[in-house]
């Protein structure tokens, strides 16, 4: 079994401010975006930046055999949203944008404007296979990539960019914190005993606090000393798969041309002792043709309007169930 995420970058049909400018161009976006997911051959990939959802049946159809879909009912201003796209028919377990119980509304703009909910929504569902259930969170967290009132990606001075990026990290935070509330309904106290996945876009690398705080306790990642000594804290755990991913490939996009690593995937205790291998696009898989090189990408997400493919590199991992 091989499950994974990916951000499709603006999966929008035609005639929309954001997707491709005609037919032909929408056509090459699936044609790429469906070769890759070819080349996977995912049982289930988590998906970010589905602006239709008839978008994401349309590529669905591109694809061999039966496929399902399903996304959230939350979308950002752009009408972006997360979802799945599976082999095995989904279950719907949550599909929520509220910040928990006792953390406060955060600031958004310099009017003090504030938020009391996740931009995009955080969707889980469960699949069932003959030999495991798995439940699986998707997520996008609040973009890195900053923009200032009347549709600038400039800021007027070096206060601005700096107050912008302090808002941006709050909705971040806030929005992992809920994610990790949602992870821990679906651990349901024991992560030994359950099969959990948490995917998505987190726009923000593998040392970043909001990644961190996903994880849970602290003390037993992959790589370090205690990895290997089960404690109490495995109940309650998720793992961030990144350094079974080769370091060469332990990329997801390229920014102004700094290679990193945004899009994750964090198991449950079990899942992580079935995993075989984890990887970035076709790495590691017997057809690597789904995966051309990224592009680096800038301030401005509109200079890639009605670009094939994606900006993204989805990331993955294979168990033995």
Same mark, same amino acid.
């Given at each position: 079994?091989?499950?994974? &995420? ?9 005639? &929309?401010?954001?997707? *491709? ?20 051959? *995912?049982?289930?990939?988590?998906? =970010?930046? %589905? ?14 055999? &039966? ?32 910040? @928990? ?5 955060? =600031? ?6 504030? %938020? ?37 990606? &400039? *800021? ?6 700096? !107050? ?6 709050? $909705? ?57 000594? *089960? ?18 490939? !332990?990329?997801?996009? %390229?920014?102004?041309?700094? !290679? ?12 992580? $002792? ?17 995966? @051309? ?23 993955? %991992?294979?168990?033995?169930?």
């Amino acid at each position: 079994m091989l499950l994974g &995420t990916w951000n499709l970058e603006n999966l929008y049909r035609p005639g &929309t401010p954001f997707g *491709p400018k005609d037919k032909a161009a929408y056509e090459a976006k699936l044609s790429s975006l469906a070769a890759t997911v070819r080349a996977l051959d *995912p049982s289930l990939l988590g998906v =970010q930046e %589905v602006g239709d959802p008839a978008a994401l049946e349309d590529l669905a159809g591109l694809l061999d055999g &039966t496929w399902h879909t399903a996304v959230s009912r939350h979308a950002d201003d752009r009408g972006i949203r997360v979802g799945f796209l599976s082999r095995l028919e989904p279950e719907v377990l949550a599909d929520e944008e509220a910040f @928990p119980a006792r953390l406060l509304p955060v =600031q958004k703009d310099d009017a003090g404007a504030r %938020v009391a909910a996740a931009g995009r929504g955080l969707f889980a569902v469960r699949i069932v296979s003959r030999a495991m259930a798995v439940d699986a969170a998707v997520c996008h967290l609040k973009s890195k990539l900053l923009s200032y009132p009347g549709g600038r990606f &400039t *800021p007027r001075d070096e206060g601005e960019r700096a !107050r912008v990026g302090a808002y941006a990290l709050f $909705r971040r935070t806030a929005e992992a914190t809920t994610l990790r509330a949602l992870a821990d309904r679906l651990l349901a106290g024991d992560g030994r005993s359950r099969d959990v996945v948490v995917l998505g876009d987190l726009n923000d690398e593998v040392a970043a606090a909001t990644t961190q705080l996903l994880l849970g306790p602290p003390g037993s990642e992959l790589g370090t000393p205690g990895h290997a000594t *089960p404690d109490r804290g495995d109940a309650a755990r998720l793992w961030n798969v990144a350094p079974l991913i080769p370091p060469e490939r !332990r990329c997801s996009r %390229v920014t102004s041309g700094r !290679r990193e690593l945004i899009d994750h995937v964090l198991l449950s205790h079990r899942l992580l $002792r079935r995993v075989t291998a984890g990887g970035t696009a076709g790495t590691g898989l017997p057809d690597a043709s789904g995966a @051309p090189e990224l592009p680096s990408v800038g301030a401005d997400p509109g200079d890639r309007k009605g670009a094939a493919g994606s900006d993204h590199a989805p990331v993955w %991992v294979r168990f033995q169930p």
